[in-house]
């Protein structure tokens, strides 16, 4: 090449150079002009499909990249007078430098510092007819096309390629306008939007406050743009949070009521923290346990069924099927569940609402729980428990709906016998109407005994037991105190330790007080016992109460408060046959006292008959 030639060369490279460095340093200040400032918010209203306007400063900045910073944003809807949509404090939009130069705005990433999106009925409002929609708007449409021609195998190429600037979120807000009024729904959210094209996937990573938990969320798409037109796509979705962690992965879509397919997890410390946090009351301190659960998902977002779940309750695994109802105003859930092994107790800790106090036992009621989810489980399970208590072949039934919380062991074996059992919580005022239902047939009471470690006063004999209580109250000392119902046990041959029957009637003989335990060195053996009682306001009234051993007979009356633990019975001992009297063996004595101690008193001495 002549050097004359190479010479020009040099010099128009120079050149070229030194202009690209002129317009450079020259940017910031061109962009305080009102035509960058007007192509900036034409550019950003292109994307967004709404009306933009800058707040008075705009600035650039050349190093290390590109960015106009751009004050005081607002997105409102197009029209005079349009509603505000989006409020952002700061847009740093990094701008590609070589369009830059050529005066043409693209951009590569934008930053929303402070932004405040207001949803009106919960979605965004489309812009009205006849006005510019935006590229997201275009490839929507684009979009609805392609599914309108083959929704079962849509064509995506034919989607734009249009590429996507970054978008990144610092301490943004969310709110939803109701009523003329606009409420906070989400706070404190941070995160990014990655999707390179139009034609390509999406992922957003945001974290967020939403009633006062922070929200890890993550979600991920290959058709991004169906499902923003309300098709099904695959995606994958998570959602961390000190009260409810979820996964989900497989097919999903977002219009109407949504749908889902494909499997899912979810993971809770507390079903009751579940239920605050979504906003319904409960009372402090009650007691729901933790929730585990697997399963194949499918349905609608109001109505979800779980196969092939696998559910742990409060530490109670177990496998089944489970339909979950958002549709009304407190959740529903139905469903079956087999567990291998279930604890009973604390599995009414969680669905009944007992609630221990700070001593761990389980004295207060919140009948509550009625209100805020309906609850239909049928149960099974191989062994159950509760505390020191072993049951086996059980098939139960746990109910919460329209103020009612029951729960119903339909069948079970336990101490050699057949187990029928309930617990209902009822709520028709301020406090709570429970009721307690217990039968057991062939029960084999000294195995039972054994279990419980009770020794004294407790009858070791094969029977049968009927228990059915109801009271009003939010304790149990104010449901014993109201308490309604019936009591009775039927008893054949067995012994009893704490009572010396001999050593009994001597010392009553001497028309002295004495203290039961005077008299406890032996053990009864008996022919059989009964005993039935009706309880009225919470007093048991024995009906009957009558133990035969060999040819003697004691027959027991009177009245038990089952608050107080109190007794006020009058009794007999004499022969077994009936009509007797007038028989001169036959002594009266007064039993009072407590359960725990109770004193005996002749009624007539026998010296003064």
Known sequence: ?????????????????????????????????????????????????????????????????????????????????????????????????????????????????????????????????????????????????????????????????????????????????????????????????????????????????????????????????????????????????????????????????????????????????ILEWSGNEITPGSAIGAVSLEAKVSGSLRRLNLSDASVTLDGNPSRGTLEISLGEKIPTVAG????????????????????????????????????????????????????????????ATAQIRGGLAAFDISDARAFDGAIQAGFRIDQPNAASRVEVRLRGVGIDLGALAQTMQVSYLMPIARGDLMISLKGDGNDWTSIMRTAQGSLSLNLGAGAMAGVDLAAFSDKARKGEFFPLNEASGGVLNFDSLVMKARVENGTARLQRAEVTSGNQRVELSGLVPLPGRGLALTGTIGAKMEGDEKDPARMQFFVGGSWDSPYVSPVIPPDLE
């Open 336 to 395: 079956t569940l087999a567990f291998q092994t279930i604890n009973l107790q604390s599995f009414l800790s969680a669905f009944s609402a007992l609630t221990p106090d700070r001593w761990g036992r389980y004295s207060t009621i919140d009948g509550q729980v009625a209100e805020q989810m309906n609850l239909d489980l049928r149960l099974s399970a191989d062994t159950a428990t509760a505390g020191t208590l072993s049951f086996t072949g059980v098939a």
């Open 1 to 273: 090449m002549p050097q004359p030639a190479v010479k020009r060369l040099i010099w128009l490279g120079g050149a070229a150079i030194v202009l690209a460095v002129a317009l450079l340093v020259a940017l910031p200040f061109i962009a305080s002009t009102q035509i960058v400032r007007d192509r900036i918010a034409q550019e950003l209203s292109h994307w967004s499909g709404y009306q933009v306007t800058l707040g008075a400063e705009t600035s650039i900045e050349v190093w290390p990249v590109v960015t106009a910073r751009l004050t005081d944003v607002t997105f409102s809807e197009f029209g005079g007078g349009g509603r505000p949509v989006a409020r952002v404090d700061r847009i740093d939009a990094a701008l590609a430098a070589l369009p830059a130069l050529r005066g043409e705005i693209v951009f590569s990433q934008l930053r929303l510092l402070r932004p405040t999106i207001t949803l009106s009925s919960g979605r965004l409002p489309a812009p009205p007819a006849g006005l510019p929609p935006g590229r997201i708007a275009d490839a929507l449409t684009a979009m609805r096309s392609i599914l309108a021609e083959n929704a079962a195998d849509p064509d995506l190429s034919q989607l734009p390629g249009d590429a996507l600037p970054g978008v990144e979120i610092v301490e943004g807000k969310l709110a939803v306008l109701h009523d003329g009024k606009s409420a906070e729904l989400l706070s404190a959210v941070s995160g990014r939007l990655a999707w390179p094209a139009f034609n390509r996937a999406a992922s957003v990573t945001a974290s967020g406050i939403w009633r006062g938990e922070l929200v890890d969320i993550s979600f991920e798409t290959a058709q991004p743009l169906a499902l923003l037109v309300g098709a099904a796509a695959p995606a994958t979705i998570g959602l961390d949070s000190a009260p409810l962690n979820l996964d989900f992965k497989g097919t999903t879509s977002f219009g109407n009521d949504g749908f889902v397919q494909g499997q899912g997890s979810l993971s809770s410390p507390s079903l009751r923290r």
